[in-house]
């Protein structure tokens, strides 16, 4: 009766109740379509459920690792590529429970226009795969048989836009042939595919997997989650426009079409049978086959356990290896002790029970294997009985040093060891509190040595039997006993010693191992597998049956009494529980109410912001303001939900919202839109709590913006065109007036009659001459104003005097005095062009600077100079410097240093547009103080720096800068 009390306590401490349908989580590779069809119809037809499930379905997220998600145990299952033979052998704990697709669907695909040939013909070609290099591995492989070497591709990162196939921006693209060829079938777009399984490598995909954990642990669940999922994978594929309706109303969130669905089952259907009439099926020479292919590729070093790795189980655990050797060696020996109750013993009808014995029915049922159990006395015996070759098997412990010729299985079975004292010993929260007290221990217990390693500092007592411990703490001999918890609660109710009591648990375990005799390494095989593949519920099941079995005739009826109080204790304790946890719920609904109101304010502040926000949640949008809808032209907010950042822009801007992304950059930067292509300002920012991590995205479209922009460039052009008119007319001024005095001398000889044939010669000869420059000045103004801007190799001191031969009449006219110090062979590979505009522009501001100050101070100093790769351009003005207030910001839109109506503010923005964006240079501006051989100036300097050609021999070094 105590006893029976005393496990119903136990039962209810330690076990929870479950609802009628375990919770269990799938995480897909990819987004919803056909490719998961299976697990789709599984839950929906009620598979799961039937076998107790209740399984959600998550859906692929951008950057999740699935491998780490279900190693984590975030997610129970798992659907990977064969990638996950890599990650076995890098020693995860992951396990292939089935197939679903015989060979992959991943192939690669050309257009038919392109004249591509397998192998050395799509050397110098364009493939575009995923940067992840496992996931393109038998596309890699494809090649190589085939006497292509992939190096001499260019490989681009893969936009998953199909466009960049049909448009040619690539050659080949990775793709699934249950996708892609349907797009351009139906906008009749002829193409070539190359499929690694014509090739010979017919790889396995979409493997559902699972973390040796959760085998270990679950096993049966795990089983019932594979056979339910087969199940529905198979009503899938016998009932696809059943599937395809189901997905079009509720799994379609890439808005697919049914005959695209369709088209997509068809073809997985074609890959799910592929050489195979079962569904899921995976065998240890396909995957020996497929590591080999990795180990090839330098991605797989150390060999794989196919037996470990591969979960052959719905009721089929063995290899036909073992399978075979279990048929040989049907009855195996084992060594039971006749009195170690409740772990074992041999009862009146020499049956053989306790713990240990219902783990080896167990294995038997697991295995097939049959256990004949014969009585001995010890160890010692077992020994003697093992070297005879009458035992081959034990279970429970060994003393430690005493296993001679006996191998250990693994630990099925531990138990917590634990404190006991008396009635009035504190509970003990760890030893080091303890260690004054006399403490005993069972003597050549695993455990006791366990102890006795960890803490030498520490005198134990060595007691020869739980019992004569027992005996000992109550009679005051010993201040505490430590020994396992199951023994040692079944022994003082035998003994009625009910004045001690558990107080408290050591950080130790004790282990229950199977000992194989080392002439039997196939059997400790079997058996290892056997305990690998007993689930926690068996466990379970194991432990309150001994923990409820009467197999003790002592009864203590004063104990009752005990048990009693302690369920009414535990009564109201529950009652307390339960009034406590209704007035947390009222507390919580409270709270929950004020939450609701404050995410309704706080949607109602975004929504009015005039700029476009997103809130993304692990790379998917969680959230959208109404300002951000109308920029992207969305329908509504459910349009936009779920989806990518990607989703939302050009293919053209992807890279770089992907850099700012992977770096947590909050810097702004344009990107452009995916429906019409509209420029726009983005900048995010990363938020992290405690469980949360989110990215904030602020659009704002530059639309109008740019056309603004636009019309200010016009205006300024004109401002430009109008100073360059000056220029011009400053320019003939010279030729112009000696064309006129020669014409005018050659009238007057003609009217006089004085005319002279060579003197006519010179005269003409002078006249030719300078139409000759206004023709030359007339080209390189043209050539200045052009926008036709092309790049090549030109010599930057060239292009500054052509600058200053444009400008020397108006420099002239102004009483400017010009400095040069100009190195030769200065060759730049940029748009002289763009420099001279860039020149012509900071010139005009300085000469206008000069204007301001009296002429016999007018000074420009231009100064170029290699430094490194470098070229370094320097031109100072002695105006009297640029006011500070607009130094920092001199080169922003609408800052001007002329008068307001003199200039638009947009010159130097321009300039430094030009400079940085165009030529990919450098621009700076600075108050400087300068000399020359009679006297000091005061005045700006503005630096341009520009990359030197790199086909052009690098100076040596020494060059300095005298600036």
């Given at each position: 009766?105590?006893?029976?009390?005393?496990a119903?306590?136990?039962?209810?401490?330690?076990?929870?109740?479950?609802?009628?349908?375990?919770?269990?989580?799938?995480?897909?590779?990819?987004l919803?379509?056909?490719?998961?069809?299976?697990?789709?119809?599984a839950?929906?037809?009620?598979?799961?459920?039937?076998?107790?499930?209740?399984?959600?379905?998550?859906?692929?997220?951008?950057?999740?690792?699935?491998?780490?998600?279900?190693?984590?145990?975030?997610?129970?299952?798992?659907?990977?590529?064969?990638?996950?033979?890599?990650?076995?052998?890098?020693?995860?704990?992951?396990?292939?429970?089935?197939?679903?697709?015989?060979?992959?669907?991943?192939?690669?695909?050309?257009?038919?226009?392109?004249?591509?040939?397998?192998?050395?013909?799509?050397?110098?070609?364009?493939?575009?795969?995923?940067?992840?290099?496992?996931?393109?591995?038998?596309?890699?492989?494809?090649?190589?048989?085939?006497?292509?070497?992939?190096?001499?591709?260019?490989?681009?990162?893969?936009?998953?836009?199909?466009?960049?196939?049909?448009?040619?921006?690539?050659?080949?693209?990775?793709?699934y042939i249950?996708?892609?060829?349907?797009?351009?079938?139906?906008?009749?777009?002829?193409?070539?595919?190359?499929?690694?399984?014509?090739?010979?490598?017919?790889?396995?995909?979409?493997?559902?997997?699972?973390?040796?954990?959760?085998?270990?642990?679950?096993?049966?669940?795990?089983?019932?989650?594979?056979?339910?999922?087969?199940?529905?994978?198979?009503?899938?594929?016998?009932?696809?426009?059943?599937?395809v309706?189901?997905?079009?109303?509720k799994?379609?969130?890439?808005?697919?079409?049914?005959?695209?669905?369709?088209?997509?089952?068809?073809?997985?259907?074609?890959?799910?049978?592929?050489?195979?009439?079962?569904?899921?099926?995976?065998?240890a020479?396909?995957?020996q086959?497929?590591?080999?292919?990795?180990?090839?590729?330098?991605?797989?070093?150390?060999?794989?356990?196919?037996?470990v790795?591969?979960?052959?189980?719905?009721?089929?655990?063995?290899?036909?290896?073992?399978?075979?050797?279990?048929?040989?060696?049907?009855?195996?020996?084992?060594?039971?002790?006749?009195?170690?109750l409740?772990?074992?013993?041999?009862?009146?009808?020499?049956?053989?029970?306790?713990?240990?014995?219902?783990?080896?029915?167990?294995?038997?049922?697991k295995t097939?294997?049959?256990?004949?159990?014969?009585?001995?006395?010890?160890?010692?015996?077992?020994?003697?009985?093992?070297?005879?070759?009458?035992?081959?098997?034990?279970?429970?412990?060994?003393?430690?040093?005493?296993?001679?010729?006996?191998?250990?299985?693994?630990?099925?079975?531990?138990?917590?060891?634990?404190?006991?004292?008396?009635?009035?010993?504190?509970y003990?929260?760890?030893?080091d509190?303890?260690?004054?007290?006399?403490?005993?221990?069972?003597?050549?217990?695993?455990?006791?040595?366990?102890?006795?390693?960890?803490?030498?500092?520490?005198?134990?007592?060595?007691?020869?039997?739980?019992?004569?411990?027992?005996?000992?703490?109550?009679?005051?001999?010993?201040?505490?006993?430590?020994?396992?918890?199951?023994?040692?609660?079944?022994?003082?109710?035998?003994?009625?010693?009910?004045?001690?009591?558990?107080?408290?648990?050591?950080?130790?375990?004790?282990?229950?191992?199977?000992?194989?005799?080392?002439?039997?390494?196939?059997?400790?095989?079997?058996?290892?597998?056997?305990?690998?593949?007993?689930?926690?519920?068996?466990?379970?099941?194991?432990?309150k049956?001994?923990?409820?079995?009467?197999?003790?005739?002592?009864?203590?009826?004063?104990?009752?009494?005990?048990?009693?109080?302690?369920?009414?204790?535990?009564?109201?304790?529950?009652?307390?529980?339960?009034?406590?946890?209704?007035?947390?719920?009222?507390?919580?609904?409270?709270?929950?109410?004020?939450?609701?109101?404050?995410?309704?304010?706080?949607?109602?502040?975004i929504?009015?912001?005039?700029?476009?926000?997103f809130?993304?949640?692990?790379?998917?949008?969680?959230?959208?303001?109404?300002?951000?809808?109308?920029?992207?032209?969305?329908?509504?907010?459910?349009?936009?939900?779920?989806?990518?950042?990607?989703?939302?822009?050009?293919?053209?801007?992807?890279?770089?919202?992907?850099?700012?992304?992977?770096?947590?950059?909050?810097?702004?930067?344009?990107a452009?839109?995916?429906?019409?292509?509209?420029?726009?300002?983005?900048?995010?920012?990363?938020?992290?709590?405690?469980?949360?991590?989110?990215?904030?995205?602020?659009?704002?479209?530059?639309?109008?913006v740019?056309?603004?922009?636009?019309?200010?460039?016009?205006?300024?052009?004109?401002?430009?065109?109008?100073?360059?008119?000056?220029?011009?007319?400053?320019?003939?001024?010279?030729?112009?007036?000696?064309?006129?005095?020669?014409?005018?001398?050659?009238?007057?000889?003609?009217?006089?009659?004085?005319?002279?044939?060579?003197?006519l010669?010179?005269?003409?000869?002078?006249?030719?001459?300078?139409t000759?420059?206004?023709?030359?000045?007339?080209?390189?103004?043209?050539?200045?104003?052009?926008?036709?801007?092309?790049?090549?190799?030109?010599?930057?001191?060239?292009?500054?005097?052509?600058?200053?031969?444009?400008?020397?009449?108006?420099?002239?006219?102004?009483?400017?005095?010009?400095?040069?110090?100009?190195?030769?062979?200065?060759?730049?590979?940029?748009?002289?062009?763009?420099?001279?505009?860039?020149?012509?522009?900071?010139?005009?501001?300085?000469?206008?600077?000069?204007?301001?100050?009296?002429?016999?101070?007018?000074?420009l100093?231009i100064?170029?100079?290699?430094?490194?790769?470098?070229?370094?351009?320097?031109?100072?003005?002695?105006?009297?410097?640029?006011?500070?207030?607009?130094?920092?910001?001199?080169?922003?839109?609408?800052t001007?240093?002329k008068?307001?109506r003199?200039?638009?503010g947009?010159?130097?923005?321009?300039?430094?547009?030009?400079?940085?964006?165009?030529?990919?240079?450098?621009?700076?501006?600075?108050?400087?103080?300068?000399?020359?051989?009679?006297?000091?100036?005061?005045?700006?300097?503005?630096?341009?720096?520009?990359?030197?050609?790199?086909?052009?021999?690098?100076?040596?070094?020494?060059?300095?800068?005298?600036?």
């Amino acid at each position: 009766m105590y006893r029976r009390c005393r496990a119903l306590i136990y039962s209810i401490f330690l076990t929870t109740t479950l609802s009628a349908d375990e919770k269990v989580s799938l995480q897909l590779q990819w987004l919803h379509q056909f490719q998961f069809a299976g697990y789709y119809m599984a839950k929906e037809k009620g598979f799961y459920h039937d076998v107790g499930l209740d399984v959600s379905i998550k859906e692929y997220v951008h950057g999740l690792d699935v491998v780490e998600e279900v190693l984590s145990t975030r997610v129970d299952f798992g659907v990977g590529r064969t990638s996950i033979y890599i990650d076995r052998s890098e020693g995860k704990d992951v396990v292939a429970l089935a197939a679903i697709f015989q060979t992959s669907p991943m192939v690669l695909l050309g257009l038919a226009s392109s004249d591509l040939q397998l192998g050395v013909g799509l050397e110098g070609k364009t493939i575009m795969v995923t940067a992840e290099a496992r996931s393109s591995v038998p596309l890699m492989t494809m090649i190589k048989a085939n006497g292509g070497d992939p190096q001499m591709m260019t490989q681009l990162p893969h936009s998953f836009d199909l466009e960049d196939l049909i448009t040619k921006k690539t050659d080949l693209m990775a793709s699934y042939i249950s996708n892609e060829p349907f797009r351009l079938e139906s906008r009749g777009i002829d193409y070539v595919v190359f499929d690694p399984k014509d090739s010979g490598f017919d790889f396995y995909d979409d493997l559902l997997f699972t973390s040796g954990e959760q085998i270990r642990t679950k096993h049966l669940q795990t089983r019932a989650f594979k056979e339910a999922s087969l199940k529905g994978w198979q009503y899938a594929f016998d009932n696809m426009g059943e599937t395809v309706d189901l997905i079009l109303h509720k799994y379609n969130t890439q808005e697919r079409s049914a005959a695209e669905l369709l088209y997509e089952a068809k073809a997985l259907k074609r890959l799910a049978y592929y050489e195979t009439k079962q569904i899921g099926v995976m065998t240890a020479k396909k995957s020996q086959r497929i590591s080999d292919a990795y180990r090839v590729m330098g991605l797989v070093t150390r060999p794989i356990d196919m037996d470990v790795f591969l979960h052959y189980e719905c009721g089929h655990l063995l290899t036909p290896e073992d399978e075979l050797w279990v048929k040989e060696h049907r009855a195996v020996g084992y060594a039971g002790f006749a009195s170690r109750l409740p772990y074992e013993g041999f009862g009146k009808d020499g049956s053989y029970v306790g713990i240990i014995n219902e783990y080896i029915g167990l294995i038997e049922t697991k295995t097939g294997l049959g256990l004949q159990p014969r009585k001995v006395k010890d160890h010692a015996e077992v020994v003697k009985l093992g070297r005879e070759g009458k035992i081959e098997m034990i279970g429970g412990t060994f003393p430690k040093g005493e296993e001679q010729d006996f191998v250990p299985s693994e630990v099925f079975r531990r138990t917590k060891v634990i404190f006991v004292g008396r009635g009035d010993q504190d509970y003990v929260e760890k030893i080091d509190h303890v260690r004054s007290k006399k403490l005993g221990l069972i003597d050549k217990a695993r455990y006791s040595s366990e102890l006795r390693k960890r803490h030498p500092e520490i005198t134990f007592f060595e007691i020869k039997s739980i019992g004569k411990g027992l005996e000992d703490v109550a009679d005051g001999s010993l201040d505490l006993l430590l020994a396992p918890i199951d023994i040692v609660t079944d022994t003082m109710a035998r003994m009625g010693l009910h004045e001690l009591k558990v107080v408290g648990k050591s950080e130790v375990e004790t282990e229950q191992r199977f000992y194989i005799h080392k002439d039997r390494p196939m059997l400790l095989k079997i058996v290892n597998k056997a305990i690998a593949y007993i689930d926690e519920s068996e466990r379970d099941a194991i432990e309150k049956k001994w923990f409820t079995q009467k197999y003790v005739e002592r009864v203590d009826y004063t104990s009752l009494w005990i048990s009693l109080a302690v369920f009414v204790s535990l009564g109201l304790l529950l009652l307390y529980r339960q009034r406590w946890l209704t007035r947390y719920n009222e507390e919580l609904l409270a709270k929950q109410k004020e939450l609701a109101a404050n995410n309704e304010e706080f949607s109602a502040l975004i929504n009015t912001s005039p700029q476009g926000l997103f809130i993304f949640e692990h790379e998917c949008c969680v959230d959208i303001n109404k300002a951000a809808i109308s920029i992207f032209a969305l329908k509504d907010k459910a349009a936009a939900l779920g989806k990518e950042p990607y989703a939302f822009f050009s293919p053209r801007s992807h890279v770089l919202v992907r850099e700012h992304i992977e770096q947590h950059s909050d810097e702004p930067y344009e990107a452009f839109s995916a429906k019409d292509d509209r420029p726009l300002l983005i900048q995010g920012r990363n938020i992290e709590t405690s469980k949360r991590a989110i990215r904030i995205v602020s659009i704002v479209d530059l639309t109008k913006v740019k056309e603004q922009e636009r019309i200010i460039s016009e205006q300024s052009k004109m401002v430009s065109l109008g100073e360059m008119i000056t220029n011009i007319s400053h320019h003939w001024r010279q030729p112009l007036a000696v064309i006129g005095m020669e014409a005018n001398s050659i009238l007057a000889d003609i009217d006089l009659d004085t005319i002279e044939i060579e003197q006519l010669r010179l005269d003409v000869s002078e006249i030719a001459r300078q139409t000759q420059q206004l023709s030359s000045s007339i080209v390189d103004f043209g050539y200045l104003v052009n926008d036709d801007l092309k790049s090549g190799t030109f010599d930057l001191t060239h292009s500054i005097e052509k600058v200053l031969s444009m400008q020397s009449s108006k420099l002239a006219a102004s009483g400017i005095a010009v400095q040069k110090e100009l190195e030769e062979g200065l060759l730049v590979n940029s748009y002289e062009r763009a420099l001279l505009q860039v020149f012509v522009n900071l010139i005009d501001n300085a000469c206008d600077a000069l204007m301001k100050i009296d002429v016999h101070e007018r000074v420009l100093l231009i100064k170029a100079v290699r430094d490194g790769d470098k070229v370094i351009v320097r031109i100072r003005d002695s105006g009297g410097g640029i006011d500070k207030s607009l130094l920092d910001k001199l080169f922003e839109p609408y800052t001007t240093t002329k008068h307001k109506r003199a200039g638009t503010g947009m010159g130097l923005y321009f300039v430094y547009k030009t400079v940085m964006e165009k030529l990919e240079g450098e621009i700076n501006a600075k108050n400087v103080l300068f000399h020359d051989s009679e006297k000091q100036y005061e005045g700006a300097e503005i630096t341009v720096i520009v990359g030197i050609d790199e086909r052009v021999q690098r100076p040596k070094e020494g060059i300095e800068d005298e600036i």
